[in-house]
Nanobody, 121 residues
């Protein structure tokens, strides 16, 4: 059973915007905190942002002020609005269901398949 499905990636010019979506199974959405990670070629996967089931958000320093995470409880979907994109944002973006505690996020075993984002002129 597929639990998390990402979409919305693509090719965008520097300075442009993209909105990623992660459709979650209701059993995931209602009980877990949800996060976006990314993995650039040759690099480790890194946390981009997460949103708790109470709606609290936290961002990595490298995206704060540019990216925004939100969720639609009616659709069980989490979004990542990405603005002012630069080539360093090029990566495959993944959705994850996990647990946050005291401001830190611990990833769970449920991952989406990823959606690629390429920022290039």
């Amino acid at each position: 059973q597929v639990q998390l499905v990402e979409s919305g990636g693509g090719l965008v010019q520097p300075g442009g915007s993209l909105r990623l979506s992660c459709a979650a199974a209701s059993s995931i959405f209602n009980f877990y905190d949800l996060a976006w990670y990314r993995q650039a070629p040759g690099k480790q996967r890194e946390l981009v942002a997460f949103i708790t089931h109470m709606g609290r958000t936290k961002y990595a320093d490298f995206v704060r002020g540019r990216f925004s995470i939100s969720r639609d409880t009616s659709d069980h979907t989490v979004f990542l609005q990405m603005n002012s994109l630069n080539p360093e944002d090029t990566a495959v973006y993944y959705c994850n269901a996990g647990i946050s505690e005291k401001g830190d996020y611990s990833p769970g075993v449920s991952w989406g398949q990823g959606t690629p984002v390429t920022v290039s002129s």
